[in-house]
């Protein structure tokens, strides 16, 4: 069984809207149902956590209520930072899962592909994440702001959502970075400091997150060039 959460409890304070931005539409359907009817549609997938705002959840509710073909779905609050809103969503998880897949409900355009590239993955070594290729030149700087090093690109990438699990590695991973009071940068960096191996999973440009107004205009831009 394959259970996937989808943390969507931010401010979207640099969308600028006033609303959470998993509301706003994308030629005409919200962002989150968007999402969420991708991963609605493989087969490898069984159920689905939302994890959003207190003052959300009701709202949450009625939009998933009344969209027809959703696998079975639970929605909770999340916490003050992305790590806390997952271990919520983590409580909700069926003790029958396997896998776990953590995905952005602000990445509405990521594919079945890399969805179930990433299930093979996270059921082969233990972890895996969706990434591409850097295409910028990534300095390294010290605390006063100047260059110390150049890392080769090649030796870089760019990750995104879906990152996935084995369950009892990621509960681990957390339950290690509660004790430590370790705030990571993602749920990779909670499974790389207990020693658990993350493979890259090659995605696509397009699965980007939404994140400003200037984004809204790029997602709907390859919606209609892409039919995705």
């Not at 082969?124 to 010290?142: C, H, L, R, S, Y």
């Not at 090649?154 to 004790?179: R, S, W």
């Amino acid at each position: 069984m394959v259970t996937a959460i989808f943390p969507a409890a931010g401010a979207s304070r640099r969308m600028g809207k006033g609303t959470n931005k998993i509301f706003l539409e994308l030629l005409g359907e919200s962002i989150l149902i968007r999402t969420l009817k991708t991963f609605s549609q493989s087969a490898r997938i069984d159920f689905l956590i939302v994890v959003t705002g207190a003052g959300e959840v009701e709202e949450v509710k009625n939009l998933l209520d009344a969209t027809p073909n959703l696998k079975p779905y639970a929605v909770t609050i999340g916490g003050s930072e992305r790590q806390y809103s997952i271990a919520n969503g983590l409580k909700l998880v069926p003790p029958e899962s396997e896998i776990i897949l953590v995905h952005d409900a602000a990445r509405p355009l990521i594919n079945l592909e890399t969805i179930e590239k990433v299930i093979d993955a996270a059921e082969k070594f233990g972890g895996a994440i969706a990434a591409v290729p850097e295409k910028n030149t990534i300095k390294i700087i010290d605390s006063e702001g100047f260059v110390k090093s150049t890392p080769p690109r090649a030796d870089l990438v760019a990750v995104q959502t879906p990152q996935g699990f084995k369950k009892e590695i990621l509960l681990c991973a957390y339950e290690q970075a509660a004790l430590d009071n370790f705030l990571g940068t993602d749920d990779a960096s909670l499974v790389e400091r207990i020693g658990g191996k993350v493979k890259i999973v090659q995605s696509s440009y397009t699965n980007i997150k939404v994140t400003t107004p200037e984004d809204i205009q790029i997602a709907e831009s390859f919606l209609r060039s892409e039919n995705l």
